[in-house]
């Protein structure tokens, strides 16, 4: 029986080569109108749910009758600890919705490769096949961050434009707390892409990898916020899964909410561990789609 081993280009790999795989891959990209479309597609997703949680919030309170029994001190000072019923993350919760589009996008800039044949091409055009992933990884990554960005920003700009509008209490936060929420929202949505691609490099079929990228990222934001709180089951997949990256939306300390909800903006990991919680996983499936590409054949 006659084994048949990938085929690998003997020319050594040049300095502009990188370059220029990476200018194809980009080309790649924007040249497939569906792609584009699927991008765009999730920007407006994500303003949308920001504008609909502004249009059905809850108004300020004036200023309430304190409960029988309490002092004036005491209802002041219970007053003023309540935390406001809105926060920024409530603009963001359409974060979830947009990052399907992006995972759809991310996995048919695989794919679609493998569906057609095109990999070969591709993988006998570059002496090193680790480098048309990581060349992948960068376009979608940097593609998927500025179309986060800019649905983060808009969504934070216009839905606090508009509940300040319907005079709805919204929670004042200092610009580096929103800088690290709308940024953080964008580097969430440019790794998961990143993992959803590492992972179509894995399995190489376009419905198991939605499928896993829906499942291990977006379903346990999802459930969490059906609960009504991250508790339990739900508290425990949010600090192992890739869905702990969320945690980056969270605006003020755990021990200031009263409702422990990621609706809310209450997560079980602080912002920046939960996204290293997503980094893990995208490097972990980054090294064993390189590992899998070197060794199958395309």
């Not at 999730?42 to 108004?59: M, N, P």
């Not at 309430?64 to 004036?72: F, I, R």
């Not at 580097?187 to 990143?194: G, H, P, T």
């Not at 969320?246 to 755990?254: I, K, L, N, R, Y």
């Amino acid at each position: 029986m006659t084994t048949v081993r990938p085929y690998r280009s003997s020319a050594p790999a040049r300095r502009g080569d990188f370059a220029q795989l990476l200018y194809a891959e980009w080309t790649k990209f924007r040249t497939v109108r569906g792609w584009v479309t699927g991008m765009i597609a999730a920007v407006l997703v994500i303003v949308g749910f920001g504008l609909f949680a502004a249009g059905g919030g809850v108004k300020a309170s004036g200023t309430k009758a304190c409960p029988p029994g309490m002092s004036s001190a005491d209802c002041r000072s219970a007053v003023s600890l309540a935390p406001p019923e809105n926060t920024i993350a409530l603009y963001l919760i359409g974060a979830f919705a947009g990052l399907i589009a992006v995972a759809v996008v991310a996995t048919m800039f695989m794919c679609a490769e493998y569906r057609r044949g095109l990999i070969r091409t591709t993988l006998a055009a570059s002496p090193v096949r680790g480098r048309v992933l990581v060349a992948k990884a960068i376009v979608i990554g940097a593609v998927a961050f500025v179309a986060g960005l800019a649905a983060a920003a808009g969504a934070v700009i216009f839905a606090t434009d508009l509940a300040h509008h319907r005079g709805l209490s919204v929670l004042s936060l200092r610009w580096p707390t929103e800088l690290r929420i709308i940024a953080g929202t964008a580097a969430l949505i440019a790794v998961a892409a990143v993992f959803t691609l590492a992972i179509a490099a894995i399995v190489r079929r376009s419905g198991a990898t939605v499928t896993i990228a829906i499942v291990t990222i977006v379903f346990p934001y999802f459930l969490s916020i059906s609960n009504g709180g991250a508790t339990g089951v739900t508290d425990f997949l949010l600090r192992v899964t890739p869905a702990a990256a969320f945690a980056v939306q969270q605006p003020t300390p755990q021990y200031y909410l009263a409702v422990t909800s990621p609706a809310t903006g209450f997560f079980p990991l602080a912002p920046w561990a939960g996204f290293a919680v997503l980094c893990g996983w995208t490097v972990l499936a980054l090294v064993l789609a390189a590992y899998l590409l070197r060794r199958r054949d395309a």
